[in-house]
């Protein structure tokens, strides 16, 4: 049910081993570990998760350990978006053959396309999940494609799977459009989490909650229980954990260095040819985290 899909959605990294392949063993230890400070679901292989350039069998060991760890226990959107119908398809199927909750897609992207050929793409990989619930992926920022809500209506009436999307658009007012269509519908702004829920946004996705989780989850909390002054309290603190992630203009591996401190597991480098920190930088990112206190987990109260 699209009602399940609510609160703090973690969106990864990838965890990889030196040779390239994911790196199970720290992918179970990082969704454990988010699990554990208050995550409700995970946005798997997403930007952060670099799941546009995971081959095959990668995106597949991610789908599958996803689904094994979060079984009964947090919901699992897993992002099958690809450069091709047929690679988005593969990966629908195999998402929905591994467990996962629901299938998430970005539109096509670096070839130009049409409203028409969207909607195709979009139905195919939907088909291909069967009964699995749809997130739309509103991504502009990188695949220059928005989806408007006026598009919006149109993937409703040709996909009856469609149950809602991450907006990471930079129109934030879209986000109460798009709540009043009836559609579960998560900001992608770390930044922002309590403003997207006075929009009617069912929470955030983003790379920062995978970093200090239980900082976004107290906020949700807050919120549910109509405590504003609380949760706005929270929301003035959620700054500094996305200025964290944005270091350097490389996300996935400031994720990476951060978590593979935390977690005391090597969650490895990114994939060429996404950005990568030079040792100092890397140096330099552990020293914000360890004053944001994000190396270490929260301190018991």
């Not at 009836?182 to 946004?201: D, E, H, K, W, Y």
Request: aromatic residues 8%; contains cysteine; glycine residues 8%.
């Amino acid at each position: 049910m699209a009602s399940d899909f609510r609160g703090v959605f973690p969106a990864p990294p990838t965890p990889v081993t030196a040779g390239g392949q994911v790196h199970e063993a720290a992918l179970r230890a990082l969704l454990e570990d988010n699990i554990a400070h208050g995550a409700h679901g995970f946005w798997m292989a997403g930007s952060t998760g670099e799941g546009p350039i995971l081959d095959e069998s990668a995106r597949d060991a991610v789908a599958r350990i996803s689904a094994e760890v979060c079984r009964g226990r947090a919901k699992v959107i897993m992002h099958v978006g690809a450069i091709s119908t047929a690679a988005a398809v593969r990966a629908a199927r195999t998402a929905r053959e591994a467990g996962c909750d629901a299938v998430c897609c970005v539109p096509p992207f670096f070839f130009p396309s049409s409203e028409r050929a969207r909607i195709e793409h979009y139905r195919a990989v939907a088909d291909a999940a069967g009964d699995l619930p749809f997130f739309v992926y509103n991504l502009p920022q990188l695949t220059q494609v928005e989806t408007v809500p006026a598009l919006m209506e149109k993937f409703v009436r040709a996909i009856p799977t469609l149950a809602g999307l991450k907006h990471s658009a930079p129109n934030f007012a879209d986000i109460r459009v798009f709540a009043d269509m009836g559609l579960t519908c998560f900001s992608g702004n770390g930044a922002f989490p309590l403003p997207a829920l006075t929009m009617g946004a069912v929470g955030t996705i983003d790379a920062p909650l995978a970093l200090a989780p239980w900082h976004y989850a107290a906020l949700y909390r807050a919120w549910e229980a109509g405590d504003v002054a609380r949760a706005q309290a929270l929301q003035d603190g959620v700054r500094a954990f996305v200025d964290l992630v944005w270091m350097y203009g490389a996300p996935a591996h400031v994720c990476k260095t951060v978590l593979s401190a935390r977690l005391g597991v090597d969650c490895g480098a990114t994939i060429p040819p996404v950005n990568r920190l030079t040792p100092d930088e890397q140096r330099e990112v552990l020293r914000v985290a360890e004053s944001l206190g994000v190396t270490r987990g929260p301190v018991p109260a």
